[in-house]
């Protein structure tokens, strides 16, 4: 039997960088060097002509050897989640969009053969895609042309809140390995009608935050104080509930419901 082990999952979205309204990647990036690791990397092809790059044979590094493209560019993934046994590996990705569970499941099988167990990408329930390894010619190619690049997704998801008459209130921002900061504001119902909103101004202090924009400012209150966040637009005050991050449904919302994000460089996607 194969052992997971899980590693904590990044506050819900964690996150990077084309957007749908919005600019594409913020923080400029340098491709990863694979040359010296070429000679243990294996790659993937899934049914869908994307690729999976993984390290051979798995140790401590593995979590920074996983890459998921098209063969020409290959987005370094986020794992959170490795297993490994004499039967093959398992990896758990961030891929925001699955439901039902955690991420990208990903399966690969160190057996050869009909009788061995399959190679798989899975994206939920009954939506398995069968993976198959490159012979070594060919997998030698891809690593030499292709160009490995960090994670596409750059931002992660801030707050989200919402009134009692459905509008939604979202900021995400730059994660810290990409500077942080930078935080974007979004408003509207959540079926496709999320705007982005030029930040006018922006506070953070222990009292709390504000994201001012033309139209009214969303201000939250120091852990202290113990108060919901709110929206002020003109003299009304509208006191706002907020949604966890960490929930699968948040999440879903987050990046699929709203319809804010473009590609996120993931499997599942």
Sequence with gaps: MRKRVVVALLALGSSSALAAPGPGPTAKVKPID??????????????????????????????????????????QQRVFGTGASQDGQDLTLWSPRVSQQAGAQITLSAHNGPDAPRSTISCGPKQDHALTLLPADQAKGLLARATFLPPLWQRSSHILA???????????????????????????KKAGQMKE?????????????????????????????????????????????????????????????????????????
Excluded at 211 to 234: E, N, Y
Aim: aromatic fraction near 14%; include cysteine; charged fraction near 30%.
């Design 34 to 75: 694979t040359t010296k690791m070429r000679d243990k990397l294996d790659v993937w092809r899934d049914d869908s002509g994307h690729y999976v790059v993984d390290l051979r044979e798995p140790g401590d590094d593995t979590e920074s050897w996983v890459f998921y493209g098209d063969g020409k560019t290959m987005y």
């Design 162 to 188: 919402r009134d009692d008459e459905g509008t939604y209130y979202f900021v995400d921002e730059l994660r810290d390995e990409f500077g942080g900061g930078q935080p974007r504001f979004f408003m509207g």
């Design 197 to 269: 909103y030029p930040l006018t101004n922006v506070v953070s202090d222990p009292a709390g935050e504000v994201f001012a924009v033309k139209d009214g400012s969303l201000k939250t209150f120091g852990a202290a104080a113990i108060k919901p966040p709110v929206w002020r637009h003109g003299d009304t005050v509208t006191e706002l509930t907020v949604l966890d991050l960490t929930e699968p449904a948040t999440r879903l919302i987050i990046y699929r419901d709203f319809a804010i994000y473009g590609t996120l460089g993931t499997p599942c996607d």
